[in-house]
């Protein structure tokens, strides 16, 4: 079976949802988001048209037939599919360009260009690539086993999640490698292990820096499956403390299946869009997919940490839905479906109340926030939405509305 994977191999994320069918006579998985550990991205030779039904990646070519089916085996809905080659992390003049190349700056300057920085590379691997060997993903290993000893790799991650100011369904990633040989450690009197977890912290300490400023930090033990030791980077920051990363020592069985059994690695992932929104104090993160220009000219290629300026305030509109769930029902099946209706229209969808009768039956309450960042929105529009929502979420979920 052959893999078309739609979303990145990522280290310091979470896995989601996946879609099975039939193409050309064998099984294609097209996944919206896999558990691999890194990220993976488009050739630069493809011709990508995220609004249009035929896509080319990697020389195959894909319909948006092909992809959104209304079947039970298919969760690529239409909001991915239109996603898809918009590539907001190669833009010089988008914030998360912008805090794409400072960091590449940082390496650049720190590490005398020793880091190669991939953010195109091809996103089509087998099935024993996605989820086999979960453990290596392909385009790692092969970049170990040609000989590459430091990389950047970005590029953007595709899954099912809350719909709130801090939350999309796709969102951009960055994962960092470094490996050493036993002549770095050999004369430091550490272990290769420890030797490796003090460069990557004050490497990263350093990129904070670059990044925020003199700010105060702190280091979290954590858990990946894929480094040990592992860590999180906290900031204090605009009176609080700030998640910036998760790091960590490479697993010993990465390396060695990618040749490189006698040395040791470092790795980090950083989310592009949770950086970005805190340096360019960017409200909500369904801005940065805005083509608004009262959006986009305020920002500057190399300018850092630009201040956002609100252009507008349209009021936002309240919907409740109450409903009874079922043993099957999840609260991020339930935004897919919101934002499947509604796109970017759908600011919020909170749950603000349940309860459990004598019956054992449970209820939930969900409060639908209907909000444009461009415009005022009409009654007869809400009303709308509110209508296909609730009809939406009653055929395709199976519960019995209130």
């Known amino acids: ?148 000893a430091n990389f950047l790799v970005t590029g953007d991650v595709y899954r099912r999640d809350s719909i709130d100011s801090t939350h999309y369904p796709v969102f951009h990633q960055m994962e960092g490698v470094r490996v050493f040989s036993p002549n770095d450690w050999n004369d430091s009197g550490m272990d290769a292990t420890l030797y490796a977890a003090q460069d990557l912290k004050a490497c990263l300490e350093g990129l904070a820096r670059h990044l925020f400023g003199a700010v105060e930090m702190r280091w979290v033990d954590s858990y990946f499956p894929f480094t040990n030791p592992s860590f999180e980077l906290e900031i204090y920051f605009q009176e609080k403390w700030l998640e910036v990363l998760g790091c960590g020592v490479m697993e010993q069985e990465i390396l060695k299946r990618g040749g490189k059994s006698d040395n040791v690695a470092w790795a980090f992932g950083l989310g592009l869009e949770r950086l970005a929104m805190v340096l360019f104090d960017i409200p909500d993160i369904r801005l940065f997919w805005s083509t608004d220009k009262r959006f986009t000219s305020q920002f500057t290629k190399g300018q850092l ?89 009653q055929s395709q979920m199976n519960i019995v509305l209130r």
């Open 305 to 393: 940490g630009i201040k956002f300026k609100p252009f507008s305030k349209y009021p936002p509109c309240y919907k409740d839905m109450s409903f009874w769930i079922n043993d099957s029902f999840t609260e991020n099946n339930l935004c897919e479906i919101v934002r499947g209706v509604a796109g970017d229209l759908a600011e919020e969808v909170q749950l603000i109340d349940n309860f459990t009768n004598k019956k054992g039956m449970t209820s939930h309450c969900y409060r639908i926030t209907y909000r444009s960042m461009e415009r005022s929105l009409t009654d007869e529009e809400i009303n709308e939405l509110q209508w296909n929502v609730r009809d939406q979420v």
């Open 1 to 148: 079976m052959a893999a078309l994977t739609f979303a990145h191999h990522i280290l310091f994320s979470k896995p989601s949802v996946f879609l099975h069918s039939t193409k050309n006579g064998f099984n294609t998985l097209f996944s919206v988001s896999v558990p691999a550990p890194f990220l993976r991205r488009y050739k630069s030779s493809q011709t990508i048209a995220a609004a249009s039904s035929l896509l080319e990646l990697g020389g195959v070519k894909i319909s948006k037939e092909d992809v959104v089916k209304d079947e039970p085996t298919n969760n690529v809905p239409d909001l991915i599919f239109t996603k898809l080659g918009l590539q907001l992390h190669r833009r010089d003049h988008h914030p998360l360009g912008i805090l794409k190349n400072a960091i590449y700056e940082y390496f650049d300057t720190n590490y005398n260009n020793q880091f190669h920085k991939f953010d195109d590379l091809c996103p089509i691997v087998t099935t024993k690539e996605n989820f086999d060997e979960v453990l290596v993903p392909s385009d790692h290993a092969d970049l170990l086993r040609k000989g590459y």
